[in-house]
C-alpha cells in the first residue's frame, strides 16, 4: 500500500508524505519538505491509512524533512499512542540534531526510538 500526499502550494520546498505497509504489521513514513498546519491533516490521513491497514509498528524517516512544528509533533504523539496501544512502538530515523533538539525541549525524546543521521550536521546537541 502506498500513499502519496503533496502539497501543491508555492512554497520553495515543497511537502511530500508517503505511506507504506512494507512487511507485516510495520508502516513507514517519508516526511519531505515543511511539516505544519496546513500539511499535519495530510500527515494524520497517512497515519490512518497505515493503521486501518493493520499497522503496529510504525518507522518515521526524517531524512528529507526541512520544517516541522508542533501540529506535526502532535500527529507524532497520537500516533504513538495508537502504535502502544497495539503493543508496537514508534521509531524515528535519520533524526538530524536540530529535529532531536526539537523533540528533546518537548520532553518527547523517551517516547520515541530515535535513530540519528549520519554527517555533518547530524550529532546531537548535549
Do not use: K, W
Not at 519538505?33 to 497517512?46: K, M, R, Y
Amino acid at each position: 500500500m502506498t500513499n502519496g500526499h503533496e502539497n501543491n502550494g508555492a512554497t520553495a520546498n515543497p511537502t511530500v508524505v508517503r505511506a507504506e505497509l512494507v512487511s507485516d504489521g510495520e508502516g513507514h513514513i517519508a516526511l519531505s519538505g515543511e511539516i505544519d498546519h496546513g500539511v499535519a491533516p495530510q500527515l494524520d490521513a497517512a497515519l490512518e491509512s497505515l493503521f486501518s491497514a493493520g499497522a503496529g509498528r510504525l518507522v518515521v524517516d526524517f531524512a528529507r524533512l526541512s520544517f516541522f512544528d508542533s501540529a506535526c509533533i502532535s500527529a507524532l504523539v497520537r500516533a504513538h499512542s495508537t502504535v502502544t496501544e497495539r503493543g508496537g512502538t514508534v521509531r524515528l530515523v535519520n533524526v538530524d540534531r536540530y529535529a532531536h533538539r526539537v523533540l528533546q525541549i518537548a520532553g518527547l525524546v523517551p517516547l520515541f526510538e530515535i535513530e540519528q543521521a549520519t554527517g555533518p550536521d547530524t550529532e546531537p546537541d548535549d
